[in-house]
């Protein structure tokens, strides 16, 4: 299946409220609302992507009869990379609540260019073999990180499906995404067209980790 990309505020939603204070300079200063933000719409993007598994007719038994329901076959895993993205993985996990999680550990090392390269540091994961996985951070800028990312679990497990999401990406970031991750289905609230030198996204909403957790010495 070659990528497809889903963004969110394409369609008029309550969505854009949420996205809306999580970039709003004043309102993002709560940090309770800024992660609750990110969960509700990590909540809205698992329910879009949950339309694309397997399910199949299930008798569910009523204390007055019986009722035939269209239930999901499949359990996704829910995966993040360390910190900026746990409050929207949280987001997946509250819809996917039977769902096994993974989680990275990764930084930039940054040159004095300016240049940067990823190191990955640990990947803590249950068996991937055959699963759909869903790749979650919040911001999907260069695309550099989570391509990497899933390159090493790709060359470790043959996944049954990838999707990576994002509540704000970058044109840049999916283009790379795509060029890497040809079979990844990206799923995105809001797509920039603008990166700084540092790589933040413009407009974006600054520094999620920060914004989320508390600036970090």
């Given at each position: 299946?070659p990528t497809?990309?889903?963004?969110?505020?394409?369609?008029?939603?309550i969505?854009?409220q949420f996205?809306?204070?999580?970039?709003?300079?004043?309102?993002q200063?709560?940090?309770y609302?800024?992660?609750?933000?990110q969960?509700?719409?990590g909540?809205i993007l698992?329910?879009?992507?949950?339309?694309?598994?397997n399910?199949?007719v299930?008798?569910?038994e009523t204390?007055?009869?019986?009722?035939n329901?269209n239930?999901?076959t499949?359990?996704?895993v829910i995966?993040?990379?360390?910190?900026a993205?746990?409050?929207?993985h949280?987001?997946?996990?509250?819809?996917?609540?039977?769902a096994d999680?993974a989680?990275v550990?990764?930084?930039?090392?940054?040159k004095k260019?300016?240049a940067f390269?990823i190191?990955?540091?640990q990947?803590?994961?249950?068996n991937?073999?055959?699963?759909?996985?869903?790749?979650c951070?919040?911001m999907?800028?260069?695309g550099?990180?989570?391509a990497l990312v899933?390159?090493?679990?790709?060359?470790?497990?043959n996944?049954?499906a990838?999707?990576?999401?994002?509540v704000?990406?970058?044109t840049?970031g999916i283009?790379h995404?795509r060029?890497?991750l040809?079979?990844a289905?990206?799923w995105t609230c809001?797509?920039d067209?603008?990166m700084t030198?540092?790589?933040y996204i413009v407009p974006?909403?600054?520094d999620?980790?920060?914004?989320?957790f508390?600036?970090?010495?």
């Amino acid at each position: 299946m070659p990528t497809h990309t889903f963004v969110l505020n394409k369609t008029n939603s309550i969505a854009n409220q949420f996205l809306a204070e999580m970039r709003d300079v004043n309102i993002q200063q709560d940090k309770y609302r800024f992660r609750k933000n990110q969960e509700r719409l990590g909540e809205i993007l698992a329910y879009e992507i949950s339309k694309t598994l397997n399910y199949e007719v299930t008798e569910v038994e009523t204390p007055l009869g019986t009722a035939n329901i269209n239930l999901n076959t499949e359990q996704p895993v829910i995966a993040t990379i360390l910190r900026a993205g746990l409050p929207f993985h949280q987001g997946f996990l509250n819809f996917f609540d039977r769902a096994d999680a993974a989680f990275v550990t990764a930084c930039r090392k940054v040159k004095k260019s300016g240049a940067f390269t990823i190191q990955i540091d640990q990947i803590s994961a249950p068996n991937l073999e055959g699963k759909t996985l869903i790749m979650c951070d919040t911001m999907l800028a260069t695309g550099q990180s989570i391509a990497l990312v899933c390159k090493e679990i790709i060359a470790q497990y043959n996944l049954k499906a990838l999707h990576i999401a994002a509540v704000i990406s970058s044109t840049e970031g999916i283009a790379h995404v795509r060029a890497n991750l040809p079979k990844a289905q990206i799923w995105t609230c809001a797509v920039d067209d603008e990166m700084t030198s540092k790589a933040y996204i413009v407009p974006g909403l600054g520094d999620a980790g920060d914004l989320a957790f508390g600036e970090k010495v």
